[in-house]
């Protein structure tokens, strides 16, 4: 392992933070493709309705690896050949950082659209019914009824759902970006000890689901400290 601690600031320093903020941004836009998607299927709406149960569909049948590469590699030759089209743009160039955070946020969306709808159908009707009865506006009632038990009943699929995208970040290697699987492997390569630094990788790995945990288990207890006490 002294050859790991060589190399440190280039496998965890650099790496290693790209990593983390691949995860944490493509989570801020899976979060906002799977609340869209959720109130889409919820939605009256069958045009809405249908827009999301393909959204839902397709994604979840497609491997991740096929996606990624789909649209690091012909994304750009659509969206230049559009722009050329339309006259919108002349060039648009995607960056491997852009192409990740997209891909993986775009998939992800389509698990965590099936988390809050399933954890908005768990809330009981008639607790939204009763604040409608009290002359609640609807920014009200989602604030004081829908949002916290949408948490709550959210909250263990969405654990599930952020390990597995913390460990989908991995893809981002193979389409050059340099987080901390790429540069471990490079410099394990190169060095001929591909397990030494590969098992590096895996601990940095099992830290980040470690600290998630502890993390979001504080949350679900936060959320379900009144239900405990009831």
């Known amino acids: 392992m002294e050859d790991v601690w060589q190399y440190r600031e280039l496998i965890f320093y650099k790496g290693g933070a790209l990593t983390i903020q691949v995860a944490l941004l493509s989570l801020v836009l899976a979060t906002l493709f799977g609340l869209l ?18 959204y839902t ?3 979840r049948g497609i491997p991740d690896l096929v996606l990624m590469l789909l649209v690091f590699f012909q994304g750009q030759i659509i969206l230049n050949r559009f722009g050329e089209w339309t006259g919108f743009w002349d060039y648009v160039e995607i960056d491997p950082m852009t192409a990740g955070i997209g891909t993986i946020g775009f998939i992800m969306g389509a698990y965590y659209t099936e988390t809050f709808r399933g954890a908005y159908l768990s809330i009981p009707s008639g607790q939204i019914e009763a604040g409608i009865a009290c002359g609640m506006s609807k920014p009200l ?4 009824i829908i949002w916290p038990q949408l948490v709550r009943y959210a909250l263990p699929s969405f654990t599930n759902n952020w390990l597995v995208q913390m460990k989908t970040t991995a893809l981002v290697s193979i389409i ?10 490079a410099i394990g390569r190169k060095l001929r000890e591909p397990f030494t630094f590969l098992f590096a990788a895996l601990l940095f790995f099992l830290v980040l689901t470690a600290i998630s945990e502890i993390a979001l288990r504080y949350l679900e207890r936060r959320y379900s400290a009144g239900v405990r006490r009831a």
């Open 141 to 144: 009632i989602f604030r004081r």
């Open 57 to 59: 569909t397709v994604i």
């Open 176 to 185: 050059g970006l340099q987080d901390i699987v790429y540069n471990a492997n």
């Open 37 to 54: 998607g959720a109130w889409a299927k919820l939605s009256k709406n069958p045009v809405a309705r249908g827009t999301a149960e393909t």
